[in-house]
C-alpha cells in the first residue's frame, strides 16, 4: 500500500506515463486506456479488490452525471441551429456588425459575457457549431476561432464567481464574494485578452486543424426546411439557458447571504430551472419547436435529428467520463493530497502558495473546482492567522482560480471534451491545449500578483 507521500507522488507519476504510453505509442484507445490505469492505479494504491467496482463506477458517473445531459442536449441543440441554417445566420450577423478581420476577438468577447453565469463544458458545447460556421466561412483553421473562445470560458470558469471553485473558497476562508469579483475582474479581463486572445490566436496559427465534422460537415441540404431563422430568434435560444442559470445563480446566492430564506418557493424554482441540464433541455425544447414543428417539420423527422445529434458525441461522454474516472482514482488514492501537503510546508509566501498548491492538485487529479476548494481548506487557517486585509485575501482565492486550470491534460474531463470536439489526437491535444492553458495560469498568477504587491 501507498502511504508515504513520495511513494504516492512516485504512483501519480508513473500512472500518467503509463497512461500516455499507452495512448500515444501503443494506440490503445483513450477510454479503454483510462479504465484499465485507473484500475491498475487504485489496486497498486491499495485498494481492495472487492472495492475496486465501485470505486471507478462513481469516479466516473459524478464525472458523466451532468455532463452526459450538457453534452447530449448541446449536441442537439447545436444540430438545430446548424441544420435550420441559425448558426449561418449569427455566424453572418457577427461579421457584418465586427468585419472579418475581427471574427476570432467577436466570438471571444461573446464567450467572455457568456462565461459569467455559464460553466466551462456547457459554454463550449453551445457556442461550438457558431465557431465551426465562422471557421468554415473564413478559412485559416479552427483554433484561430476556438481557442480564444475557449480561453475566455476558462478563465471566468476558473476565477469568477459565481462559478463554484471561487464560491466555495471564499466561503472556507471568509472572503467577500463581491471583492473577488471585482479584483477578479482586474486579472480576469487582461489575462483573457493577452494571453487567452492575444496569445491563443498567435499560437493557433502554429496548427493546422481544420474545422471538424462531428456537428456535421458544412450543410448543402438541411434537415429543416425553410428560410433561415431570424436573428433574434438565434440569440433568443442563446440567451435563453444563460438567463435560466443566471436565475439558479442569483437565486444561489442570495440564499447563501441570508437574503432571502432557503425555503422561499420562487428561488428554489428559479436554482431548478437553472440547473445546466434543465436549461439546455428546456432550450432544446424551445428549438424544436420554434425552428422544426411550427415550420411544418413532424415529430418523427424531429426525433430523427436529435438520434442524429446524439450519436457523434457518444465517444466524447465516454472518454471524459473515463478522465473523470481517472482523476477521481488519483483523488482518492491521496496523490494530490501528498502534493498539496508537500507545498504546504515550505514556507512559502502565502499567494505563492495558493497558486502552487491549487496548481498541483490540478496537475494531480484533474478537477478545478477540487483544486480551489482544497486549497482553500489547507491555508484557511494559516491566511486566518497572518492577518492579511480583505484584499489580499480575494487575491489569494483568485491566485487559487489562477492555479485550477494549469495544464489541463489526461486527468481532466474538460481535456477530452476539447479535444473530442475539435478533432484532436491525444498528442496533438497535449500540444495545443495543455500548454495553452497553462500560458493561461501564468499569466493570471503574474498579473494576480502584481495587484497583491499594490494592495
Not at 460556421?133 to 484561430?144: D, E, P, Q, Y
Not at 487559487?400 to 474531463?413: I, K, L
Request: proline fraction near 5%; charged fraction near 10%; include cysteine.
Amino acid at each position: 500500500m501507498f502511504t508515504s507521500t513520495a511513494s504516492l507522488l512516485l504512483l501519480g507519476i508513473a500512472s500518467i506515463a503509463v497512461l500516455l504510453f499507452l495512448i500515444i505509442y501503443f494506440k490503445l484507445n483513450a477510454t479503454l486506456s483510462l479504465v484499465a490505469v485507473s484500475a491498475l492505479t487504485a489496486l497498486v494504491a491499495g485498494t481492495p479488490v472487492g472495492e475496486l467496482v465501485p470505486l471507478l463506477i462513481e469516479a466516473f458517473s459524478g464525472t458523466l452525471g451532468k455532463l452526459a445531459l450538457i453534452i447530449g442536449f448541446g449536441a442537439v441543440l447545436g444540430r438545430i441551429l446548424e441544420q435550420s441554417g441559425g448558426a449561418e445566420v449569427l455566424a453572418n450577423g457577427m461579421l457584418r456588425i465586427f468585419g472579418e478581420k475581427r471574427a476570432s476577438l467577436a466570438l471571444s468577447v461573446a464567450c467572455l459575457l457568456f462565461g459569467f453565469p455559464i460553466f466551462f463544458d456547457a459554454g463550449l458545447v453551445v457556442m461550438f457549431p457558431i465557431i465551426f460556421t465562422v471557421a468554415r466561412r473564413l478559412g485559416g483553421g479552427v483554433l484561430i476561432y476556438a481557442l480564444p473562445a475557449a480561453a475566455a470560458f476558462q478563465v471566468m470558469h476558473g476565477m469568477m464567481p459565481p462559478h463554484p471553485g471561487p464560491v466555495a473558497a471564499a466561503a472556507t476562508i471568509g472572503s467577500s464574494v463581491g471583492l473577488i469579483v471585482l479584483l477578479g475582474l482586474l486579472v480576469a479581463l487582461p489575462t483573457w485578452y493577452l494571453a487567452g486572445y492575444k496569445f491563443g490566436t498567435w499560437y493557433a496559427g502554429r496548427f493546422n486543424i481544420p474545422v471538424p465534422t462531428i456537428l456535421g460537415s458544412e450543410v448543402t441540404e438541411r434537415e429543416l426546411p425553410g428560410p433561415p431563422p431570424s436573428m433574434w430568434q438565434v440569440l433568443s435560444l442563446l440567451l435563453l439557458p444563460i438567463i435560466l442559470i443566471t436565475g439558479n445563480t442569483v437565486s444561489s446566492t442570495l440564499q447563501q447571504t441570508g437574503a432571502i430564506s432557503t425555503d422561499n418557493a420562487v428561488a428554489n424554482v428559479l436554482k431548478m430551472l437553472g440547473e445546466t441540464p434543465v436549461a439546455l433541455f428546456i432550450t432544446v425544447i424551445f428549438a424544436l419547436v420554434a425552428l422544426g414543428y411550427l415550420r411544418g417539420v413532424k415529430w418523427d423527422n424531429l426525433s430523427a435529428i436529435v438520434d442524429r445529434a446524439f450519436q457523434p458525441v457518444v465517444s466524447i461522454m465516454m472518454v471524459a467520463g473515463a478522465g473523470g474516472m481517472f482523476g477521481g482514482v488519483l483523488r482518492e488514492t491521496g496523490v494530490g493530497d501528498a502534493l498539496a501537503t508537500s507545498l504546504d510546508h515550505l514556507g512559502m509566501p502565502l499567494l505563492v502558495s495558493a497558486y502552487l498548491i491549487s496548481l498541483a492538485l490540478r496537475v494531480a487529479q484533474g478537477s478545478a473546482t477540487v483544486a480551489i476548494t482544497t486549497a482553500a481548506g489547507l491555508l484557511g487557517p494559516a491566511i486566518f492567522a497572518a492577518g492579511v486585509s480583505d484584499a489580499r485575501v480575494a487575491l489569494i482565492i483568485i491566485a487559487m482560480g489562477a492555479g485550477s486550470f494549469f495544464a489541463s491534460t489526461v486527468n481532466d474531463s474538460g481535456f477530452w471534451l476539447v479535444g473530442g470536439y475539435l478533432g484532436l489526437d491525444t498528442k496533438t491535444n497535449l500540444k495545443v491545449w495543455t500548454v495553452f492553458t497553462s500560458v493561461i495560469s501564468v499569466v493570471a498568477f503574474l498579473l494576480t500578483a502584481v495587484l497583491y504587491l499594490l494592495f
